[in-house]
């Protein structure tokens, strides 16, 4: 339906979702009714006959105007980059005059599925999201993508010690992690930060007396940490009787070669 209004010289048409603006002004303003006849035959003329195809100009206007998409994701953001929690992937798109009819997502190879409700992906590894939608006269939207990366598992970590003197003991962490890779581990002395390692081996040598306890914590490099304890006391009777035993040993060894027969070579 056509509809004509005169504001002062100002005459607006408007067509279904279309309007335009015509002015009149001049000798032709005193005669807006023989203006508006002729515009109205010219309707006639032009416009009208091209109302089978105003569908697909409706089709092209949504395929060229007013599109925009995004895929939002949100979790827990550990470091370096790395989701340490689940992901949840919510699909923000609009598609003007005529919106959206459907929309479809996939998870790295997965199958095209239609979005109805926020999806949350909660698989270690690197992940990317595709989607698109279809507006309601049929026509697709180009394909959005988003990649992210998760790790909520932390790494593994053991702790031994190695007594390497009087009164010194080196502590040794064993870690390791299958998905971010190990970042670094700290040793805590009776809950005092004592020395950060970011190289492997990851280890620390304490020097001192008594029962304490030693904390090492690992973190991978999402940020996910383990820890393991123990007692930094050698036992000094222990320590004491590995040192006389090695004594011994070692006295056993300078008495066997002494009383091993020397053989004088002889010279002719």
Not at 179 to 203: A, C, H, K, N, T
Request: with cysteine; glycine share 8%; net charge negative.
């Amino acid at each position: 339906m056509v509809q004509v209004r005169m504001i002062g010289a100002v005459m607006k048409l408007r067509y279904g979702d279309y309007s335009f603006n015509f002015t009149i002004s001049g000798k032709i303003m005193k005669r807006k009714r023989l203006a508006v006849g002729i515009i109205l035959l010219f309707l006639g003329i032009s416009i009208l006959p091209m109302v089978g195809s105003v569908q697909i100009e409706k089709e092209h206007l949504s395929m060229t105007m007013g599109r925009s998409g995004s895929i939002e994701i949100s979790g827990q953001m550990g470091e370096n980059g790395w989701y340490i929690s689940c992901v949840t992937i919510i699909l923000n798109f609009k598609s003007w005059p005529d919106g959206v009819n459907h929309s479809y997502y996939k998870v790295d190879d997965g199958n095209w599925c239609e979005y109805i409700v926020p999806v949350c992906v909660c698989d270690d590894g690197h992940h990317t999201v595709w989607a698109y939608y279809i507006d309601r006269w049929g026509n697709p939207s180009p394909i959005y993508n988003v990649s992210f990366k998760i790790d909520m598992t932390p790494p593994i970590i053991t702790l031994t010690k190695e007594n390497t003197g009087i009164f010194q003991v080196k502590f040794m962490a064993n870690i390791s992690d299958v998905m971010s890779g190990v970042w670094r581990v700290d040793f805590y002395l009776d809950d005092e930060l004592q020395f950060i390692d970011y190289d492997f081996p990851f280890e620390w040598t304490w020097i001192g007396n008594g029962n304490h306890t030693l904390d090492a914590i690992g973190f991978d490099v999402a940020g996910n940490s383990e820890e393991s304890s123990m007692s930094t006391s050698y036992g000094l009777i222990a320590f004491y009787l590995s040192m006389t035993v090695q004594s011994i040993l070692s006295w056993k060894r300078s008495r066997v070669i002494a009383q091993e027969p020397f053989n004088i070579p002889e010279i002719s």
